[in-house]
């Protein structure tokens, strides 16, 4: 194994020392328990440069001889756990051993038992290597403790919003059987409405003997209204178009955290300059106004905390512009052009609503 410092590091005897231990480590985590750095030469490669050479004995991987699980704390599942138990992938023997086995287990159990309701549940995973016969006995204990329900939901750094359209988009009620998954949702949900520049949904569960979890909701609320101004130049083959443009959003409009947000663009075309045609660009112009305008109102939770609508109303005018007419010279006469405008007055009406985890959303309109 050979391992080269990189040109930026300073050469240090004890950071190689370190190293070496690491190295060590990193085979035995992967079930090479014997494995020793026999020897670490530095040599030097140039006038300010060394090179470093590690040499490892991984000796015989260790690998899976025995998975045992302590009964009591799995016999104390209710029925519909065990089950989901079961469909977990276990760990199976003859495999080689990696402490990464471990973990997994681990997480994997744990994420079960707090998904059905058993906050306070605790997962010991332990591996017991025999050097000798290399091979390693695994042993998990299971603590579930007490199945759980949601207790008070406390919803703090609340000013303007107001707290029931809060609750509505939590989803997560008092009585209501412990998830991990639900707070995560409701994270989500929340985030989803944009009030806020902090969202923590933090559960209580410094006492395990009680079957109500406590949940303490904190948020802070972001700058509910915002004024936006700006311009622009758009230029391509078929316009040179300028413009302004102006908004305005009120995200706690009329409370309810109802959003309201007003969108005007104004500018000029200056026809027939274009790309299309450099000698555009040595006519005069004439100027077409180009106007866009659109107004939004949305309302969070309007039937359920997951359900949302909306009313859009817009007007837009612009020239409607085609590639200019080439003349059999190669000229072109921007004034036998005839450009005709329009004008688009829109509303829409929507519903917008998200399932499973906002992997499906629906949104008729």
Wanted: hydrophobic share 40%; proline share 5%; charged share 25%.
């Amino acid at each position: 194994l050979f391992c080269f410092c990189a040109e930026r590091d300073v050469y240090d005897a004890n950071l190689v020392a370190k190293d070496v231990e690491r190295i060590e480590r990193f085979y035995r985590a992967r079930g090479y328990s014997a494995a020793k750095v026999v020897a670490t030469r530095v040599r030097g490669v140039g006038e300010r440069k060394v090179e470093i050479e590690v040499h490892v004995t991984p000796g015989q991987r260790v690998t899976v001889r025995k998975v045992e699980v302590e009964q009591s704390g799995l016999l104390s599942l209710p029925p519909d756990v065990s089950f989901k138990y079961k469909e977990l992938p276990a760990i199976n023997t003859g495999v080689p051993f990696d402490e990464s086995l471990l973990d997994a287990r681990k997480q994997a159990l744990e994420d079960l038992l707090k998904e059905s309701g058993f906050a306070y549940a605790k997962v010991k995973v332990r591996a017991t290597v025999d050097l000798n016969a290399h091979a390693a006995d695994i042993m998990t204990e299971l603590m579930p403790g007490k199945r759980a329900r949601f207790g008070q939901v406390r919803i703090v750094g609340l000013k303007q919003i107001p707290e029931g359209k809060v609750r509505a988009a939590l989803s997560i009620r008092q009585g209501q059987q412990y998830s991990v998954s639900d707070q995560a949702d409701a994270r989500q949900a929340l985030g989803d409405m944009q009030l806020f520049t902090r969202v923590d949904v933090s559960p209580d569960l410094s006492n395990p003997d009680v079957d109500e979890v406590p949940v303490l909701v904190t948020l802070q609320e972001d700058q509910l209204r915002k004024l936006v101004l700006g311009g622009g130049t758009i230029i391509d083959a078929l316009k040179l178009e300028m413009h302004l443009r102006t908004g305005w959003e009120h995200k706690n409009f009329l409370g309810g955290a109802r959003r309201l947000s007003v969108d005007v663009t104004g500018g000029v075309d200056l026809f027939p300059w274009r790309l299309e045609n450099f000698k555009t660009l040595s006519t005069s112009p004439k100027p077409f106004f180009v106007f866009d305008s659109s107004v939004t109102l949305e309302q969070p939770a309007l039937f359920n905390g997951r359900t949302s609508g909306s009313v859009k109303a817009g007007y837009s005018m612009r020239p409607v512009l085609y590639s200019l007419t080439t003349q059999n010279d190669g000229a072109i006469d921007p004034e036998s052009e005839v450009v005709i405008g329009y004008h688009k007055p829109s509303a829409q009406v929507a519903l917008e609503r998200s399932f499973v985890g906002k992997r499906i959303q629906l949104r008729p309109s």
